[in-house]
């Protein structure tokens, strides 16, 4: 029991300087729990909903991709056709049998030609309006849509685009495009998934989606005296099943369950790898924390020792300390994680995706979870200074505070890590001699891990050279007040290596990220000047396919010598007995004028000739393929037929197209016209002299039509440069939490060192420091030591970037750039943590009392 009331008593002696270490568990264990949090709510939300929109049995498009299926790169239906309802109306047990009519392939402008709706890669739904779509709306506002002229859309988008009932709306899909009034707004009841949906009435909605008759789905509710299991199979054997799924309530919800869900994992997965790097650097600065606590209290110890207690005892006694602020950080965290939860569902509806916090879910295993997490890592943080601390004998209380420093022990430390970090090193080397991505991956994921640990166990034994190189550039123009900075800095190497430490991880992170950003632009930039010979290159701004409007008018526009279609269609391959899905570019006579495809085997243009096709030097390797072989292709849509492979593409040889290429002919005499994919980008030529007035031409033709978009090659690489970047910030935004906690972990080294130091500091304010003087001190303390650790983490994040880049060149990307852009804002970055992070400690040091300060024990 004593050893528990002295935990305690010196957890709330010390609680100030036990706060920052708090709060760096804290927030590491907020991302966790938030994390779950967040994922699982989403979970729940689509659960609910596809529970509560489902009927007793639906019948959905089949595996096949036939009746019913709309593909996303064809936008065309084959119907169930419009007697089906009456079919399976007579079926016993069926009591109403509802026929949807829904398509994703639209585009709904409003009166100032501005598309309606998203523009993040979220489709506009059309669907024709039936009591079943109360399951998860409101009652509409306004009148429902009657007739071909009228349409009601959801509140969402009404709200977003500023439009209400009596506007008009165009609606362009691949059955032309047609104009309407809108009659009616409807909120939803349960989350709005994201899309822009726009209702119409039945009849209407057959001919604007579909072309004629018909229903791309069915929901069947049961009169009660059947299960649904009985009443699916009873409508199976009714109606015809080819091409079309029967499903069950619980059948229909569980698939779309498995498919969101695997998508939900990704991003939890994602973001708790973010949150494992922040608990990472949240141990540095624990262990910090901790032996600066122990150093600080050595003759506090040696008493304790002196009058009885064990090591043991002593060793208990800091890890109870321990114990106590990770079970005080982990339950905050777990708090605040719920509230970044709410945060994160936030910022989703500002996509358009609406999460209630009625929905909030929260299990048991989520406090769990965090508070074990948190925990454990503080116990494991504070374990080797606990030991230390036992290992303080009871002579230790007839001397000055402070542990003394184990030089044999810091010799075997520097030399293990020193062999770690060139071990890791020469993995990233192999990386240039890899022949396979895998194997590339492998000696990257070995490397990166050998050079983490070994830096960290090395970082002690490089501050003595750094620092001082540091000093004579930074500290020595300060005169006195500057060398004090930097002994203070070397004083205790193992704290300043273990505060840059943590700076360092996030650091070389952004570094590393920062390069392979950087060469990927620099790659696609090359490639395209390399490969690109097209004028203009025209695509939708939402990543939905080209509508058959908008590909005839980039055709009929004025000053083109040439257009090309590209479109993306998937197939099955059978090859030597073994299958595998492939994607496909189908390309048409004139692609080769718009892109040079570099072939590592054969000729482009016998890959192109009918019966033949590309594939990609990865495929052909994993397969074993060769020129010449003859292989089994299944388009979606269409028959089997065999090809031959008339040559292998290189990697890299187009950055927006498949690595495997087929002609339109090719695909045309296999697959019928009416499931032919939409083109999902379009290259032109102009004529020559005549580039200017092509691409007033093209802007004139496609001006109805806002989703397009149209670029020239400088345009086409800024878009490409703009993506990268846009996925860069969001890693960093990521990041900022493991940078944050690092923060917090230079703050707290100095608030413990300026306790540590209050003799001292009253000594030399004594003898006439001043009191700005003596914070300038520690502020060019925090600045060398954020600076070190800015130097250790871009040299670790550059050799991480350019063993990552070799993995790149495998799949053509060859150019390794350095951000050096980015590496400057790191250093300034750095600089900029450091005195921040000094402001509290400089400004509690300059208020000491100097005849107290000069007292102190």
């Known amino acids: 029991m004593s050893v528990v009331k002295t935990s305690l008593r010196n957890f709330l002696a010390h609680k100030g300087r036990m706060i920052l270490s708090g709060a760096a568990v804290a927030l590491s264990v907020a991302f966790v729990c938030g994390t779950l949090v967040f994922t699982a709510t989403m979970q729940t939300t689509f659960d609910k909903l596809f529970a509560e929109s489902a009927s007793d049995v639906m019948i959905q498009p089949g595996e096949d991709g036939s009746a019913m299926d709309e593909s996303p790169s064809t936008g065309r239906f084959d119907a169930m056709p419009p007697e089906v309802i009456g079919e399976i109306e007579a079926v016993d047990g069926v009591e109403t049998a509802v026929g949807i009519v829904q398509s994703t392939s639209i585009v709904a402008v409003g009166p100032d030609n501005e598309s309606v709706g998203p523009t993040g890669g979220a489709p506009t739904m059309g669907v024709n309006w039936t009591h079943v779509e109360l399951r998860t709306m409101e009652e509409p506002e306004g009148a429902l849509p009657e007739g071909p002229d009228e349409i009601m859309i959801d509140g969402d988008t009404a709200d977003s685009s500023g439009l209400g009932i009596g506007d008009t709306i165009r609606i362009m899909g691949v059955n032309g495009t047609t104009e309407h009034t809108v009659t009616g707004v409807v909120e939803f009841a349960t989350t709005n998934p994201g899309a822009a949906v726009v209702y119409f009435d039945t009849e209407t909605a057959q001919q604007v989606l579909l072309g004629g008759e018909g229903f791309t789905g069915v929901y069947v509710d049961g009169d009660g005296s059947v299960s649904d299991e009985v009443l699916r199979d009873r409508v199976a054997d009714a109606i015809d099943t080819s091409g079309v799924r029967v499903l069950t309530n619980a059948e229909y919800t569980q698939e779309n369950q498995d498919a969101l869900g695997a998508f939900f994992n990704v991003i939890q997965y994602v973001l708790l790898g973010f949150a494992l790097i922040a608990l990472l650097v949240g141990i540095f600065l624990i262990v910090n924390t901790f032996t600066m606590l122990v ?66 879910t929260i299990s048991t295993a989520v406090p769990i979870t965090g508070i074990v997490l948190g925990i454990t890592v503080t116990l494991v943080a504070a374990y080797f200074p606990a030991r230390r601390a036992g290992k303080i004998t009871p002579m230790a209380a007839l001397q000055d505070a402070g542990l003394p420093g184990d030089k044999r022990a810091g010799r075997i430390r520097a030399t293990i890590g020193a062999v770690l970090t060139v071990a890791g090193a020469l993995m990233l080397f192999l990386t240039t001699t890899a022949e396979r991505t895998v194997a590339a991956g492998g000696y990257l994921g070995l490397g990166i891990l050998l050079t983490l640990v070994g830096m960290v166990v090395f970082a002690p034994a490089l501050v003595g050279g750094i620092v001082k190189a540091l000093a004579v550039v930074l500290l020595r123009i300060f005169g006195p007040i500057g060398r004090l900075a930097e002994r203070n800095a070397l004083r205790n190497p193992n704290r300043t290596g273990g505060t840059a430490s943590a700076l360092m991880i996030g650091l070389a992170l952004v570094t590393s990220l920062a390069v392979v950003g950087s060469s990927m632009i620099a790659s696609a930039t090359e490639e395209i000047d390399r490969s690109i010979g097209a004028d203009f290159i025209v695509q939708t701004s939402n990543f939905q396919p080209v509508l ?76 074993n393929l060769a020129v010449g072989d003859e292989i089994t292709v299944t388009f979606e849509g269409g028959e089997e037929t065999t090809l031959t492979i008339g040559g292998i593409t290189a990697p890299g040889s187009n950055p927006e197209a498949m690595p495997a290429y087929v002609s339109m ?54 878009m490409i440069e703009q993506q990268i970047g846009q996925l860069l910030n969001m890693v960093y935004g990521l990041l900022a939490l493991a940078i944050i906690v690092a923060i917090l972990g230079v703050v707290n080294t100095l608030a413990l060192s300026v306790v540590e130091r209050t003799r001292e500091i009253g000594l030399m304010r ?42 790149l060149a495998l799949e053509g990307m060859e150019v390794l750039a350095l951000p050096w852009f980015t590496i400057a804002v790191v250093f300034v970055g750095a600089a900029l943590v450091g005195l921040l992070a000094a402001l509290v400690p400089a400004f509690r040091a300059g208020r000491m009392n100097i005849l107290d300060a000069v007292s102190t024990e």
Do not use: C
């Open 295 to 360: 150093a600080q209290r050595t003759r506090e110890i040696g008493l304790f020792r002196a009058i009885g207690a064990s090591r043991r005892q002593v060793n208990r006694s800091v890890l109870l300390e321990a114990l106590i602020l990770g079970v005080v950080g982990s339950v905050l965290g777990f708090v605040l994680g719920v509230g970044l939860a709410v945060g994160l569902m936030a910022v989703m509806g500002a996509f358009g995706l609406n999460l209630s916090t009625d929905d909030l």
């Open 548 to 623: 058959p409007d908008a590909a005839e008018a980039v055709r009929n526009a004025d000053h083109l010598a040439a257009v090309s279609e590209m479109r993306g269609v998937s197939a099955e391959v059978t090859a030597d007995g073994d299958s595998f899905e492939q994607s496909f570019s189908a390309v048409d006579d004139s692609f080769p004028d718009m892109i040079r495809v570099e072939m590592a085997e054969g000729s482009f243009a016998d890959a192109l000739a009918p019966g033949a096709v590309a594939i990609g030097s990865a495929r052909a390797d994993t397969e």
């Open 665 to 718: 002919e090719t695909v045309r005499d296999s697959v019928p016209e009416s499931e032919l994919p939409l083109a999902w980008m379009l290259m032109a030529i102009a004529d020559e002299g005549q580039v200017d007035a092509a691409r007033e031409s093209l802007d004139s033709a496609l001006e109805p039509m806002p989703q397009m978009e149209v670029r020239d090659q400088a345009e086409y690489k800024e």
């Open 766 to 807: 004594a003898i006439g420091l001043s009191r700005r003087q003596l914070r300038r001190m520690i502020r060019l303390e925090a600045v060398v030591i954020a600076l070190f650790g800015a130097l250790l983490g871009v040299a670790m994040g550059l050799a991480w970037g350019a063993g990552a880049q070799q993995i």
